[in-house]
């Protein structure tokens, strides 16, 4: 199988007073393509950091991280947004949507920063992206007016705007109730059976009904590996 992620003795090391962090230590992993992987571990073990690393949010500080074909640190930050606006579609915990800007809206921006949807084209492309994910009756209202699950599902259909392979996820559910999380990561599931590789960061328990491979962090190392076989 084709990877989408490899990642090879990656060390990231945060400068403080004292004699630093080390968020990640030595760590390697390789997702295969239309691979769906849960990170997890305790707060502090390295998990945002990671996504932050594979999403070119951040760079390590010392190691390689290739990511849908690309070695991220050979890449200027110009070519990296470029790079990142049409591979990788991020969903944070607390949404991110603007508040000024309708649903709709909020999904038409990801296109206009990236360019890859023909103008013409990308009103209709937001309204068929939340009829796919649940609330398209929503498309025309402001964030706020929205539930928490409803904002999550606005912030997954702007993260599919620009049709990238791969989806980043940093506790997508954290602020959600048990129902609307259950809901939030079925629909990560269909998302999967489309093809779309997807990494998702959370503390969810019951995460391995849903997903088909878990990746568990301790102190910047991988300590268990358990689902499907990695791409060789």
Known sequence: MKKSISVSDVVKDYPTAGEGFLALDGLSL???????VAIVGR???GKTTLLNLLAGIDRPTSGTVRVEGADLASLAETELAAWRGRNVGLVFQFFQLLPTLTVVENVMLAMDFVGKVPTGERRGRARELLERVGIGDQAGKL????????????????ALANDPPLLLADEPTGNLDSATADAVLAL?????DEGRTIVVVTHERDIRSVVGREIRLVDGKVVADTGAGVAS
């Open 30 to 36: 390789e997702i295969a393509e239309g691979q769906f």
């Open 43 to 45: 707060s502090g073990s």
């Open 143 to 158: 964030p706020a007016t929205l539930s928490g699950g409803q904002q999550q599902r606005a912030a997954i259909a702007r």
């Open 188 to 192: 990560f599931g269909e998302l999967n």
